[in-house]
C-alpha cells in the first residue's frame, strides 16, 4: 500500500518551464517523463509511495559531464600534462561548480522534494542542486543522444571551463589570488567574513584586502563560495591594473 502524498507539494515552477529552456538550449525535444524524474529526489520518492527518483540518471550524467569537459580541455590545451587536464576537469566537475551553474537556470524552483527537505532548505543546498543538474544531463543524453548532451553541457559549463583556465595552478581563486600578490609584492590577501540568517539557510558576506585595501567582495551560501568570490573579484581587479600599468 502506498503511503500518503497529503502534505507532499509540488515545484513553485512548472516543469514545463525547463523543457522549454532545455528545448531552446539543444535544439530537440526531451521527454517530459525523464525530465520529471530527473527532478525527483528519492526524498519525495519515498514519502509518495516508492516513485522512480533521479539516483540512476544522476549516474548517467556525471559520466556524460565527465566524457563532454574531458574532450573540450583535451582539446583545447594539447600542451597539458593528464595531472594538469585533471585538475582543470575537477575544477569544473564539482559539487560547488556544479551547485552554483543550477543556481543560474533556477534549478531548485523545479525539483520534487520531500517534506523534511523542503522545510530544511533543500532547494538550494549544493549536493542536491549538482546531483540533480547531472540527473538533468542524464536525462537529455537519454532523450536525445550525446550531440544534445553535449550542447547542453557546453551551454551551462563553457564559461567555468574558461575561466579555470586562466586560474593558473591553483585552479582555485583563493590560491591564484596569492600567488599574484607575491608576484606583485603586495602582501598576504585577508579576507573578512560576515552572515546572516538562519542555522539551516545562511548567508556569507566576505571582503579581501589585498595591502590595506579592499579588492573584492563576494556573497554565497558557504564562507568558502563567498570567500571564492571575492578573490575572484580581487584577481580580475590586480590584473587589470598591471595590464593598464
Not at 535544439?27 to 533521479?54: K, V, W
Not at 549538482?130 to 532523450?143: C, F, K, P, Q
Not at 579555470?164 to 596569492?178: F, V
Amino acid at each position: 500500500m502506498g503511503r500518503s502524498t497529503e502534505g507532499l507539494a509540488g515545484p513553485p515552477r512548472a516543469v514545463e518551464e525547463l523543457l522549454d529552456y532545455v528545448r531552446t538550449v539543444t535544439g530537440t525535444a526531451i521527454d517530459p517523463g525523464l525530465l520529471r524524474r530527473a527532478l525527483t529526489h528519492r526524498s519525495f520518492a519515498y514519502e509518495s509511495g516508492g516513485l522512480p527518483h533521479n539516483e540512476r540518471l544522476e549516474f548517467l550524467g556525471d559520466s556524460v559531464l565527465g566524457l563532454v569537459v574531458t574532450d573540450t580541455l583535451y582539446a583545447a590545451h594539447p600542451d597539458l600534462a593528464e595531472g594538469q587536464l585533471a585538475k582543470l576537469r575537477a575544477a569544473v566537475v564539482n559539487m560547488r561548480a556544479l551547485a552554483e551553474v543550477a543556481r543560474t537556470i533556477g534549478l531548485g524552483d523545479f525539483l520534487f522534494l520531500g517534506r523534511g527537505e523542503e522545510s530544511t532548505g533543500g532547494r538550494d543546498k549544493d549536493s542536491i542542486l549538482a546531483d540533480t543538474m547531472e540527473a538533468v544531463i542524464g536525462a537529455v543524453y537519454l532523450s536525445a543522444g550525446l550531440t544534445a548532451g553535449g550542447q547542453f553541457v557546453h551551454h551551462l559549463l563553457d564559461p567555468l571551463i574558461s575561466e579555470s583556465a586562466q586560474m593558473g595552478a591553483g585552479l582555485d581563486w583563493k590560491t591564484s589570488l596569492q600567488e599574484l600578490s607575491s608576484q606583485q609584492s603586495l602582501g598576504t590577501p585577508e579576507y573578512r567574513v560576515e552572515d546572516d540568517g538562519p542555522e539551516h539557510a545562511k548567508t556569507f558576506f566576505a571582503e579581501v584586502l589585498v595591502g590595506g585595501e579592499v579588492l573584492g567582495k563576494g556573497t554565497g551560501r558557504t564562507k568558502k563560495d563567498a570567500e571564492q568570490q571575492a578573490a575572484a573579484q580581487a584577481w580580475t581587479t590586480i590584473g587589470s591594473r598591471i595590464a593598464d600599468a
